[in-house]
């Protein structure tokens, strides 16, 4: 299940299980948007992007989803493993304008 | 070589102390970040280097000083810190400003 509070927004899966962190953007200008991971002590690893001139894209064993209607991004992890276990973080840019991140979703893979 | 890479990798300093955080790209980006990330946050954009000049400056203290000597290196000068300068420093890079950004590992500074 999904906690929100004082801490960092957490979900926990099986292993094996599909995981879906979500994000809510704030600005409907934006249109590019990346996906980080954080392992814990590395930087932010690049994972997969989409322009907001698409909806779906797909990378190996990821996908992104785009719903500007509700300014909604997702990110979808198939039959996730321990490895996966980090940090996610979903960036949006306005055209000409810096990346502003999102505040992150803390995702715990249990065996 | 699609690494960022970062030096050092921890870094303890006392508050009159004076250091330097550097990193090294060679995938021909000519954009530079500095980030500040502190525990469970997102990172915070410091510093923007666009064609080895300053870009954007997010009224950063002035005891951090940023200086980007060509198009691969980037240093943070650090100068009379505070306790709560403590956090992981980024640095990234892009093949232009606004463009993806990969990052490095990170310093890990602790200001005592």
């Known amino acids: 299940g999904e906690s929100v509070g004082l801490h960092l927004p957490t979900l926990s899966v099986q292993e094996g299980d599909n995981s879906i962190i979500n994000c809510a953007y704030s600005?409907?200008?934006?249109?590019?948007f990346i996906w980080y991971k954080q392992e814990s002590g590395k930087g932010p690893q690049f994972i997969i992007d989409?322009?907001?001139?698409?909806d779906k894209r797909q990378g190996q064993r990821v996908t992104v989803l785009l719903n500007k209607t509700v300014k909604h991004l997702s990110l979808q992890i198939a039959a996730t493993q321990p490895g996966d276990s980090a940090v996610y973080f979903c960036?949006?840019?306005?055209?000409?304008?810096?990346?502003?991140f999102g505040p992150g979703t803390r995702l715990s893979v249990l065996p | 070589d699609t690494e960022v890479t970062q030096t050092p990798k921890h870094l303890v300093m006392g508050m009159t102390n004076k250091k330097s955080l550097k990193c090294e790209q060679h995938?021909?980006?000519?954009?530079m970040y500095w980030y500040k990330q502190k525990a469970k946050k997102p990172p915070e954009l410091m510093f923007v280097?666009?064609?080895?000049?300053?870009?954007i400056n997010e009224s950063v203290p002035s005891r951090f000083s940023p200086e980007c000597p060509n198009s691969s290196l980037l240093n943070l000068h650090l100068h009379a810190l505070q306790p709560e300068d403590s956090a992981l420093y980024l640095c990234?890079?892009?093949?232009?400003?606004?463009?993806?950004?990969?990052f490095g590992p990170g310093t890990r500074l602790l200001v005592l």
């Open positions: 600005n409907s200008a934006s249109d590019y």
């Open positions: 960036a949006e840019r306005d055209y000409g304008q810096n990346f502003v």
């Open positions: 995938m021909g980006h000519r954009a």
């Open positions: 280097y666009s064609y080895e000049k300053l870009s």
């Open positions: 990234a890079s892009s093949q232009v400003q606004q463009e993806t950004q990969y």
């Open positions: 989409i322009r907001s001139n698409m």
